[in-house]
């Protein structure tokens, strides 16, 4: 049974859903020299950002196949190191945007009523209300840096509430600002104009310190902001002097540059910052949704399935993938059947999508050919993470093409395979209750299932040849379970296929070869 190792607090609901195909063992707070000593036995991690995934945990993961991170940043996971592993890394991209969302919306209106510190005082046993005078957010200007599903989240609400907005997001479209009632500005005038200002951007190298002592200087006196994204964007030491030397109105913050934030200027501070200890998450709700939706995303992987949210290989929306998933197994074994038949090294691929699988996302397809393509040289370390990446490293050239108006089938895939002595190729397609069907051999009609074990020959199309491998495979007691011939022309060239019940025994494909007409011959494992 694989073992997952949950290391952070994940709800109930999650664990659940893993225990139905692994053992789970949770140990939260584990130092990493502590992680690195209990890694080497588990399949998959599940975490939150309490654990840091470092390059030196990944290396000691030798049976890692999965990082769920259970919430939407992967910042402290080291993702290249894992892709590099081919280790799939997965979040939850959806399951805790609202709650972040509400928390950024509370944090502002918090700010406005100073109501921690007014709470505070009346448990002190002080009733002042004079010290606690506060200012509506309505008509205000609400600045938005990341209109992504938070930032739009909360600009619907603030909409709703009355307040003006205007947007900082380079890649979004002016179209889509204007959907959520926002004015796309540069970031100099959100600054500038914005009475509130919220962070809704990942933490890159671009947005490192995008708040600083400049930027903070450009906000009016009385203008407040606030992060619930990722702690980093803004220099807190700058923030820290500028709310001190009352340059903004506050600020409230969610998430640090270091957590747990520990000492900091920031905690010196009065009523003009608001400090939540990275809660934007932090509700029943969203704990459920992330937990559910990283843990079902473990389990499939480890029943061999693909992920719907990984960030290390093409994402795909659920609904998008659950359509493309038997295509994907199409893929895969067409790519394992031509790279057996020619044998040596593929030096190239032509991967065509052929009817209704043109309209479809190629990106997937494409991976999941390589993968079957590599998995005779890689066995289990190539898969959809690291598929790309090894078979540009081994040099194949890979052309994709595309062609709606094949008609043979609803959808298929063919690929044609070269390498430096033979060319081959494969089409396959799906039937209606999702089978695959091997359609060409080599351009030669056929019409098999793939088997665990097969035979491919070559031959010239001639009375007695169908016979004379029938009797030879009985001679050493290989039992066939289907025979089929594809020809394009009565006497001219074919290919036959045989599904049978176990491997080969050694020395019968030389037999074979020996028959007259019998031109070349392959034994294919799927
Ligand atoms: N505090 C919490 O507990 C909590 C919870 C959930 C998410 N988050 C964080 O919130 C942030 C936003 O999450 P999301 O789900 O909305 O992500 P998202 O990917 O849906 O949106 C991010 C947006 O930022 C924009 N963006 C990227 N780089 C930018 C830049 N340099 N300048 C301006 N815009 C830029 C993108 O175009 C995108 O529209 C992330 O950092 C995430 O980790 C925090
Ligand atoms: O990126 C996220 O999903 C949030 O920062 C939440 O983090 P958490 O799961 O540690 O609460």
Redo the contacts with the bound molecule.
């Keep these: 049974m694989p073992k997952v190792l949950v290391c952070d607090p994940i709800d109930q609901a999650g664990i659940d859903i893993l225990s139905q195909v692994a053992q789970v063992d949770v140990k939260t707070g584990l130092p990493v020299e502590e992680l690195v000593k209990v890694v080497p036995e588990y399949d998959a991690l599940m975490i939150r950002s309490g654990t840091r995934v470092t390059a030196e945990i990944i290396e000691a993961g030798v049976q890692l196949k999965i990082i769920g991170r259970a919430?939407?940043?992967v910042d402290n996971v080291d993702v290249p190191a894992a892709t590099r592993k081919g280790i799939i890394v997965v979040n939850s991209?959806e399951g805790?945007?609202i709650a972040?969302a509400e928390?950024a919306l509370a944090l502002m209106l918090s700010l406005s009523r100073h109501i921690p510190d007014a709470n505070q005082s009346v448990k002190n046993g002080k009733w002042e209300r004079k010290k606690f005078v506060g200012t509506e957010v309505y008509k205000k200007t609400l600045g938005i840096?990341?209109?992504?599903?938070?930032?739009s989240h909360v600009a619907a609400a603030a909409k709703a509430m009355g307040m003006k907005l205007i947007a900082?997001?380079?890649?979004?479209s002016a179209e889509r600002a204007d959907q959520l009632g926002c004015r796309l500005v540069d970031m100099d005038v959100l600054m500038q104009e914005a009475d509130y200002i919220t962070l809704?951007?990942?933490?890159?190298p671009?947005?490192t310190n995008l708040i600083n002592a400049k930027s903070l200087a450009k906000m009016k006196p009385t203008a407040r902001i606030i992060n619930?994204?990722?702690g980093g964007i803004i220099d807190e030491a700058a923030l820290a002097e500028a709310l001190k030397n009352g340059q903004i109105g506050g600020a409230a913050l969610?998430?640090y540059a270091n957590e747990p934030l520990g000492e900091s200027p920031l905690t010196e501070l009065g009523k003009e910052a608001i400090l939540t200890p990275?809660?934007?998450?932090s509700t029943t709700e969203a704990q459920v949704n992330v937990a559910v939706d990283v843990a079902e995303q473990i389990r499939d992987v480890l029943l061999g399935l693909p992920a719907r949210s990984a960030v290390n290989i093409p994402g795909l929306h659920p609904d998008a993938l659950e359509q493309l998933r038997p295509y994907l197994q199409l893929a895969e074994t067409l790519g394992n059947l031509v790279s057996q038949l020619v044998g040596d090294r593929v030096e190239s691929l032509n991967i065509h999508l052929q009817g209704e699988l043109a309209n479809n996302q190629s990106q997937p397809i494409v991976i999941a050919a390589l993968k079957g393509l590599l998995s005779r040289a890689l066995r289990e370390r190539v898969n959809y993470v690291n598929a790309s990446i090894e078979a540009q490293e081994r040099g194949i050239r890979v052309i994709e093409t595309r062609d709606a108006s094949i008609r043979d089938y609803r959808g298929s895939l063919l690929l044609q395979a070269k390498g430096p002595s033979e060319e081959h190729d494969v089409t396959g397609t799906l039937l209606g209750d999702g089978e695959i069907r091997i359609t060409t051999v080599d351009g030669f009609p056929i019409n098999v299932p793939p088997n665990q074990h097969m035979l491919f020959t070559r031959h010239r199309d001639m009375p007695g040849i169908i016979g004379k491998i029938g009797s030879l495979l009985g001679s050493f007691n290989v039992n066939i379970a289907s025979m089929q011939v594809g020809r394009q022309i009565v006497r001219g060239d074919a290919v036959m296929v045989l599904t049978i019940d176990d491997p080969l025994p050694e020395g019968i494909l030389e037999e074979i070869l020996k028959v007259p007409g019998i031109r070349d011959a392959n034994t294919v494992m799927l």
């Design positions: 919430g939407v940043g991209p805790n945007t972040a928390h840096v990341g209109l992504g599903k938070i930032g900082f997001d380079p890649f979004i809704h951007i990942p933490k890159t671009e947005t619930c994204a990722r969610d998430v990275h809660l934007g998450a």
